[in-house]
């Protein structure tokens, strides 16, 4: 039972495994347990950057770019040309560091369509008045469910995966996929989906859409958290791994089943440190509020509405 823009997702798949496959390293920001990747073709090294960080320490309100310049000096080493700074959503537990790549490195900063309902929520939540376009006119694309995209000859397509948050999308790359917050490593399982907009039966959808690719597709994800009985990090998987072992959604699991235990797991979990100041910074496209006129740039804190 395939949907359009999967069979698509997975004839280009097929297609692109007579190709290389795409090349992709990891940085992991151990702070926020966030893993950034460079994903690129090496034939042409075209590249795209995925879900970067930008520093932040929450109690002295101080950024620093320490995790974006190792990647840009990466990217320089070997290089690459960014044609891409890819979201895969509006993160919550960290800022993300696309702007400040993009005035290194050149590249379109690209989310999800579906970001506008993300602003519109968050909008209201921090009471941005009318300069806080609700559009997505603060990324250069915006991508909508199934698009193709290519990184140099490497076919990719966008999937939107809600669920996390609405917005959520999917980038398949060539044999792998970067899911963003949907799965983690299956002895870990899958993101939360109690965030505003979020939606744990939705979720489970978007999962099993992306458990419809191709068994060998490799997995990328977005966070890991180590798990009982695993003292290291790890942000790669496959497709069949996850439909054969992950503790929250492997094969036979069903829709309730999942959503029962998703809410359950929810209401236990605390909110990320960052949260506040992280949405207020991504629904901008990752860009730090104007200074004002003493030249000082300040975030919101909204009072007991969380
Ligand atoms: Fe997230």
Same mark, same amino acid.
């Given at each position: 039972?395939?949907?359009?823009?999967?069979?698509?997702?997975?004839?280009?798949?097929?297609?692109?495994?007579? $190709?290389?496959?795409?090349?992709?390293?990891?940085? &992991?920001?151990?702070?926020?347990?966030?893993?950034?990747?460079?994903?690129?073709?090496?034939?042409?090294?075209?590249?795209?950057?995925?879900?970067?960080?930008?520093? &932040?320490?929450?109690?002295?309100?101080?950024?620093?770019?320490?995790?974006?310049?190792?990647?840009?000096?990466?990217?320089? +080493?070997?290089?690459?040309?960014?044609?891409?700074?890819?979201?895969?959503? @509006?993160?919550?537990?960290?800022?993300?560091?696309?702007?400040?790549?993009?005035?290194?490195? #050149?590249?379109?900063?690209?989310? /999800? +369509?579906?970001?506008?309902?993300?602003?519109?929520?968050?909008?209201?939540?921090?009471?941005?008045?009318?300069?806080? @376009?609700?559009?997505?006119?603060?990324?250069?694309?915006?991508?909508?469910?199934?698009?193709?995209?290519?990184? !140099?000859?490497?076919?990719?397509?966008?999937?939107?995966?809600?669920?996390?948050?609405?917005?959520?999308? @999917?980038?398949?790359?060539?044999?792998?996929?970067?899911? /963003?917050?949907?799965?983690?490593?299956? *002895?870990?399982?899958?993101?939360?989906? *109690? %965030?505003?907009? #979020?939606?744990?039966?939705?979720?489970? +959808?978007?999962?099993?859409?992306?458990?419809?690719?191709?068994?060998?597709?490799?997995?990328?994800?977005?966070?890991?958290?180590?798990?009982?009985? +695993? *003292?290291?990090?790890?942000?790669?998987?496959?497709?069949? @791994?996850? $439909?054969?072992?992950?503790?929250?959604?492997?094969?036979?699991?069903?829709?309730?089943?999942?959503?029962?235990?998703?809410?359950? $797991?929810?209401?236990?979990?605390?909110?990320?440190?960052?949260?506040?100041?992280?949405?207020?910074?991504?629904? $901008?496209? !990752?860009?730090?509020?104007?200074?004002?006129?003493?030249?000082?740039?300040?975030?919101?804190?909204?009072?007991?509405? %969380?």
């Amino acid at each position: 039972m395939m949907d359009a823009a999967l069979e698509r997702a997975g004839e280009q798949i097929l297609a692109a495994a007579k $190709r290389p496959s795409v090349q992709v390293e990891t940085f &992991f920001d151990e702070p926020t347990f966030t893993a950034s990747h460079v994903v690129y073709d090496p034939a042409t090294r075209h590249a795209a950057i995925v879900d970067s960080v930008l520093n &932040f320490d929450a109690a002295s309100g101080r950024t620093s770019t320490k995790g974006a310049d190792e990647i840009i000096a990466y990217v320089n +080493r070997e290089s690459l040309m960014i044609d891409w700074l890819l979201e895969t959503h @509006a993160h919550a537990d960290h800022l993300s560091a696309a702007p400040y790549l993009q005035t290194k490195l #050149g590249g379109k900063l690209a989310i /999800g +369509r579906e970001i506008t309902t993300v602003q519109n929520v968050f909008g209201k939540v921090f009471n941005f008045g009318t300069e806080f @376009a609700r559009d997505g006119s603060q990324f250069d694309h915006l991508f909508d469910d199934g698009e193709s995209f290519a990184i !140099g000859e490497i076919p990719a397509i966008t999937l939107h995966v809600p669920g996390h948050t609405p917005a959520d999308v @999917a980038y398949v790359i060539g044999d792998a996929a970067f899911v /963003g917050d949907t799965l983690f490593m299956p *002895d870990y399982g899958t993101a939360r989906a *109690d %965030f505003p907009g #979020g939606d744990a039966r939705a979720l489970y +959808r978007s999962i099993r859409r992306l458990m419809a690719l191709p068994d060998e597709t490799r997995l990328f994800l977005c966070h890991d958290y180590k798990a009982p009985n +695993r *003292d290291t990090y790890a942000w790669e998987t496959t497709v069949g @791994a996850e $439909r054969k072992g992950n503790v929250h959604v492997h094969d036979g699991i069903g829709e309730d089943e999942f959503v029962e235990m998703r809410t359950h $797991r929810d209401a236990t979990l605390d909110l990320p440190h960052l949260i506040l100041p992280s949405v207020q910074v991504n629904v $901008r496209g !990752g860009r730090l509020p104007p200074p004002e006129d003493n030249g000082a740039r300040y975030l919101k804190l909204p009072l007991d509405v %969380f």
